[in-house]
C-alpha cells in the first residue's frame, strides 16, 4: 500500500521568504515521488519528480524538493516566494513495481503576503 | 495541441440519475486515471487502469465504474448519482511508471 500525508495544509508566506511544503510517503517498495501545482480553477500542472539518481531534485519556477530515504520525506521548497506562487501544491506517490497507481497527499495552501 | 479532454465541462445532475463522463487522451499514454478534487481532502484516486483492458479499484470506488475498451479512452459511470457525488472530476494519463502524470482540466459536477 502506498500513501501521501503533506504536513500543513495551509501556509502563509511574505513575499521573498522561503517556502518550505512538507511531504511523507509510506510505500512498501522504492517510490517514485511528484509535486504538483494547480493554480485556481486550473488542472494540475509538474513542478518536479523524483525517480532514480540525484536525491536533490530541480523543478519549474526555482522549485526543489530533497528525497530522504530515511525519512521517507520529500518535502518542497523554494527559496525566495514570489506573488505568482499562491497555489494549492499536491505531493504524490507511486510505488515502484508494475502497478501505474498514483496516490496524492490533501494538499498545501500557499498564500503570499505583499 | 495533444493532451487530455475533458467533456462535458460542467454538468448538474439529478439524483438518481446515470451519466458518463468522457476522457480521451491522444498521448498513447498506457496508465489512466481518474481522481475526484473535494475542498480539503485533495485527490482521491477513483479508479484507474495500468494498460487498455485493465483496471483497478482506487481510494474511493464504490457508485462509480470504469472501463478501458482502448488505449485513448476511459469513461468513468455513475450509475445512479447521489449528492455526495458532487465533486470535480479529473482524469489524468501516465506513459509510464516513472513518469508524471498528465491532466485534464477536470468536470465540474453537481447532483442535486
Known amino acids: 500500500a502506498q500513501s501521501v500525508t503533506q504536513l500543513g495544509s495551509h501556509v502563509s508566506v511574505s513575499e521573498g521568504a522561503l517556502v518550505l511544503l512538507r511531504c511523507n510517503y509510506s510505500?512498501?517498495?522504492?517510490?517514485?515521488l511528484f509535486w504538483y501545482v494547480q493554480y485556481p480553477n486550473q488542472g494540475l500542472q509538474l513542478l518536479l519528480k523524483?525517480?532514480?539518481?540525484?536525491?536533490l531534485v530541480k523543478g519549474i519556477n526555482g522549485f526543489e524538493a530533497e528525497f530522504k530515504k530515511s525519512e521517507t520525506s520529500f518535502h518542497l521548497t523554494k527559496p525566495s516566494a514570489h506573488m505568482s506562487d499562491a497555489a494549492e501544491y499536491f505531493c504524490a506517490v507511486r510505488g515502484g513495481s508494475n502497478d501505474y497507481k498514483l496516490s496524492f497527499g490533501a494538499g498545501t495552501t500557499v498564500t503570499v503576503r505583499a | 495541441i495533444a493532451g487530455i479532454t475533458q467533456a462535458p465541462t460542467s454538468q448538474i445532475l439529478a439524483a438518481g440519475r446515470r451519466m458518463t463522463l468522457r476522457c480521451t487522451q491522444d498521448m498513447r499514454h498506457n496508465a489512466m486515471y481518474w481522481y475526484r478534487q473535494d475542498l480539503g481532502l485533495g485527490l482521491r484516486l477513483i479508479h484507474y487502469s495500468n494498460t487498455a483492458g485493465t483496471t483497478g479499484k482506487g481510494e474511493v470506488p464504490d457508485g462509480y465504474s470504469v472501463s478501458r475498451a482502448n488505449t485513448d479512452d476511459f469513461p468513468l459511470t455513475l450509475a445512479s448519482a447521489v449528492p455526495s457525488q458532487t465533486s470535480v472530476y479529473f482524469c489524468?494519463?501516465?506513459?509510464?511508471?516513472?513518469?508524471?502524470?498528465?491532466f485534464g482540466q477536470g468536470t465540474r459536477l453537481t447532483v442535486v
Open positions: 489524468a494519463s501516465s506513459e509510464g511508471i516513472a513518469t508524471e502524470a498528465f
Open positions: 523524483y525517480t532514480t539518481g540525484a536525491t
Open positions: 510505500s512498501s517498495v522504492p517510490p517514485y
